[in-house]
């Protein structure tokens, strides 16, 4: 049983340009979290999501920042227009239903340069 | 704002040592959890404690969880190398409701041969 898939794991963007990060949760999951851990910081909660619902981002900015879990297909964390602030490890994680164990997946490194 | 204290925030120790890592706040968890974190990869759960004084061991380490369900603690028996790595406690403030965690900083471990 695969885990947590996130992709890419590292992604090197420009100022200015977008990143999209992916993340398959694991089989049977239909519960999605975003976190974010910036350099010597704790993994901060950005967006729940259910599939085609955003339940909770009240942990995402406010600008240029969107996170989406089609119907079919991964959850895609999208941020436009990115900084050098922005560069950080992003991670996903599921969980089967809510209040069960959430599982992580293994990351994705932005860097912003 | 509900926050998670770790200490130490660093801990370098000789294999065969014992250690204790401590997680304290001011707030209230229903639920407690520790994560272990390889560089370059996601938290992998390594126990979940709810009840206020609760006490739970996995081989050499023992988790245990604060009466008034506020503080934590790790204890690690008999130190191995293989127990390096980052350490980080999560609390969730509701009920089952793991999709909003607050996470500590960590303790970064390192167990020298």
């Known amino acids: 049983n695969a885990g947590v898939m996130q992709n890419p794991r590292h992604l090197v963007r420009r100022r200015g340009q977008e990143a999209r990060l992916r993340c398959s949760p694991m089989k049977g999951h239909s519960h999605v979290y975003w976190y974010r851990q910036l350099p010597e910081e704790g993994l901060k909660f950005m967006v729940y999501?259910?599939?085609?619902?955003?339940?909770?981002e009240s942990g995402m900015p406010k600008e240029r920042f969107s996170a989406e879990f089609p119907k079919e297909g991964p959850s895609i964390l999208r941020i436009q227009q990115v900084v050098r602030g922005d560069s950080a490890a992003y991670f996903c994680?599921?969980?089967?239903?809510?209040?069960?164990?959430?599982?992580f997946g293994e990351g994705s490194w932005l860097t912003v340069v | 704002t509900q926050l998670l204290e770790q200490s130490p925030q660093f801990l370098s120790i000789q294999e065969g040592e014992n250690l204790t890592v401590y997680c304290n706040s001011s707030s209230v968890f229903s639920s407690l959890q520790w994560y272990r974190q390889e560089p370059g990869e996601g938290p992998v759960l390594l126990v979940t404690?709810?009840?206020?004084?609760e006490v739970k061991k996995l081989k050499r380490l023992t988790f245990q969880f604060g009466d008034a369900r506020k503080d934590s603690s790790l204890h690690i028996t008999a130190a191995q190398p293989g127990d390096t790595g980052l350490y980080l406690c999560?609390?969730?403030?509701?009920?089952?409701?793991?999709?909003?965690?607050?996470f500590g900083k960590g303790t970064k471990l390192t167990v020298n041969p």
């Open positions: 999501l259910q599939k085609e619902n955003i339940i909770d």
């Open positions: 404690v709810v009840t206020g004084g």
């Open positions: 994680a599921s969980s089967p239903v809510l209040g069960n164990t959430i599982y």
């Open positions: 999560a609390g969730a403030s509701l009920p089952g409701g793991s999709e909003k965690l607050v």
